[in-house]
């Protein structure tokens, strides 16, 4: 399937020299230009920006399963960290497995395994979570029960949870056509509100998506790269929110890169008894890289 896209992208480098193009005709003047190619294809491309983001989940859902990668970027002050994940998803089944490494230290180092999260509808579980759970267990975390819906306190937002934020696009724009991973695609810019995507989302978000009332702002700013199939292949989302201790506003990037669509993702949720039945409190994230110190 990918390579068809990478036969069908190739069939779009005249739109690169679109502009080009313009102040070519301007110069002929009186002899004529068409722009029956180029530019209508760009034209086509556009759309309807905001009807084609909403719809953007529903078409992951058809396209079953993908391979993804995940980057949170937390700012505060003068401080600034990365949390990277890598792993799989099943759209129809919304689960997915991601592994989340944290960032080093100023040494270079960083203290911590990398994290084993499972991403289900309504809940979060993580495996070598730290903080005195036992080894070998996982701690469950009801997303409804955070204040960003687990938009940033797991370290990587959940990436069908990223795509029904979608759904609650307001304002859009068409960029242009670029390239993510070697495939042609469609980039978009615009603006989600959260309670709009809220109401819109499946029955598996909705609720943690509703309980999201930390940020400061409803509206979500975003850039959204999608295939001429109409799937995310990127997705960059900034969210922004105050911290409850010191006041501060901390700034949150969640990049989400979608590829090999297809992939197997054979996700299964841990047994009652592999589960940590102590609590863990939820901290704001801007302190640490995921919100309690050791993610």
């Not at 997915?96 to 999260?117: F, S």
């Not at 997303?143 to 370290?155: C, K, M, Q, R």
């Amino acid at each position: 399937m990918d390579r068809r896209q990478r036969r069908r992208a190739g069939g779009t480098a005249g739109t690169v020299g679109f502009a080009v193009g313009i102040a070519a005709c301007l110069g002929l003047g009186a002899m004529g230009c068409s722009f029956n190619g180029a530019a209508a294809e760009d034209a086509r491309d556009a759309g309807d920006p905001v009807t084609t983001l909403r719809r953007a989940a529903d078409t992951l859902r058809e396209a079953g399963s993908s391979k993804a990668t995940t980057s949170m970027e937390m700012a505060t002050g003068g401080t600034r960290v990365t949390i990277r994940g890598k792993g799989v998803y099943d759209y129809r089944r919304q689960l997915g497995r991601l592994t989340v490494q944290l960032p080093q230290d100023p040494a270079g180092h960083t203290g911590h395994r990398p994290i084993t999260e499972l991403l289900a509808p309504g809940a979060l579980f993580m495996k070598n979570r730290g903080a005195g759970v036992p080894a070998g267990k996982w701690v469950r975390v009801d997303t409804a029960t955070l204040s960003d819906g687990n938009l940033v306190t797991g370290g990587a937002t959940d990436p069908y949870a990223a795509a029904e934020l979608l759904r609650g696009t307001r304002r859009a724009t068409y960029v242009g056509r670029t390239e993510v991973g070697g495939i042609g695609v469609r980039h978009f810019r615009g603006t989600a509100d959260l309670v709009r995507a809220a109401r819109s989302a499946s029955a598996g978000n909705r609720e943690a998506l509703a309980a999201a009332k930390g940020f400061a702002r409803t509206e979500v700013p975003f850039d959204a790269y999608l295939d001429d199939e109409g799937r995310i292949r990127k997705l960059r989302q900034r969210f922004s929110f105050v911290n409850g201790r010191q006041k501060a506003s901390v700034a949150v990037t969640s990049t989400t890169l979608l590829y090999d669509f297809g992939a197997p993702a054979d996700v299964r949720l841990p047994l009652s008894k592999d589960i940590y039945a102590g609590r863990i409190a939820e901290n704001q994230p801007s302190d640490e890289p995921n919100g309690e110190g050791e993610h």
